[in-house]
């Protein structure tokens, strides 16, 4: 991948969920344009470790870790906790407590988060509803719910302690599109780690929400804060669209949900006329 810009961050960037399909993406991608990495997961790196960066295992469920990781940090790109719907009880600890963690780190360091938000916190939208940054917050499960909390705090901690944040709601992260849904929500891993460059690198955020997904014609998603960062993507699912032709669940539900398949799950409502 080709690095869009030269400037080296004048502080350490910290990632969390380093060891995650997407924070190995972020660290070699971020590595290879010889940025300081501080890199955490609770899983093990299991990549190479770009020269001047370091590893250290931290659960985000511990304050004082999170705490002692940041120090001397300016950006923290949170990629860590759960990133799939599951029991409450599974998502608590590290999307809401660690979470706070995160954040606190941030005001004590100063530093600016990128928080990898998600399409699950708006995803019982209809897919007819071309979606802006401002609209209503609609999770799809205690998944999204986090996401969801995790803008809200963002929120909180800009207006009361001038902590920058930019919320990335991320749509269908991965190497190509799997589903016809994928044509609307793909974001492709180097239009990803851009976006984690220009985040770092703009020269103020606020707090704000940027839509995850590359140029794809089918988006349903519009108006967000990427010209304020100065970023774009790059690339489109529309290239796929003949290899996801046809790929459809079936399940009303699903099909009528930004969110998709996470709609469905445990889903006990009568599904209501368009
Ligand atoms: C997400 O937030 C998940 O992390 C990912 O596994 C996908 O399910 C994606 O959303 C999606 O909606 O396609």
């Not at 706070?100 to 530093?111: F, P, S, T, V």
């Not at 988006?219 to 669209?241: E, K, M, Q």
Request: charged fraction near 20%; charge should be negative.
């Amino acid at each position: 991948m080709e690095p869009t810009l030269s400037t080296i961050p004048a502080r350490p960037v910290l990632l969390t969920g380093a060891s995650g399909n997407l924070g190995r993406q972020i660290t070699a991608y971020l590595g290879s344009l010889g940025w300081t990495l501080r890199l955490t997961d609770i899983a093990p790196f299991p990549d190479a470790i770009p020269a001047g960066s370091s590893f250290t295992k931290v659960d985000l469920s511990n304050g004082v870790d999170v705490l002692r990781i940041a120090e001397g940090c300016g950006m923290i790109l949170h990629f860590g906790g759960v990133s799939v719907e599951r029991p409450f009880e599974e998502v608590l600890g590290p999307n809401i407590s660690g979470l706070y963690h995160i954040y606190e780190a941030a005001r004590r360091e100063g530093a600016r988060v990128l928080f990898a938000s998600s399409n699950h916190s708006i995803g019982f939208h209809e897919r007819a509803t071309k979606l802006d940054d401002d609209c209503e917050f609609r999770p799809d499960g205690y998944y999204g719910l986090s996401k969801a909390y995790g803008e809200l705090m963002g929120r909180m901690y800009w207006f009361k302690h001038g902590v920058e944040n930019v919320n990335v709601r991320i749509g269908s992260c991965f190497p190509a599109p799997t589903e016809e849904r994928g044509l609307s929500t793909w974001l492709s891993f180097a239009d990803l780690c851009r976006l984690c460059e220009r985040a770092t690198l703009a020269p103020s955020t606020g707090a704000c929400v940027i839509w995850g997904a590359s140029a794809n014609t089918r988006s349903f998603w519009g108006n967000d804060a990427r010209t304020a960062i100065d970023w774009a993507p790059l690339d489109s699912a529309d290239v796929y669209a003949n290899q996801v032709a046809g790929k459809v669940s079936g399940n009303p539900v699903i099909e009528r949900y930004q969110g998709g398949a996470y709609t469905a799950m445990e889903y006990t409502r009568k599904l209501p006329p368009v």
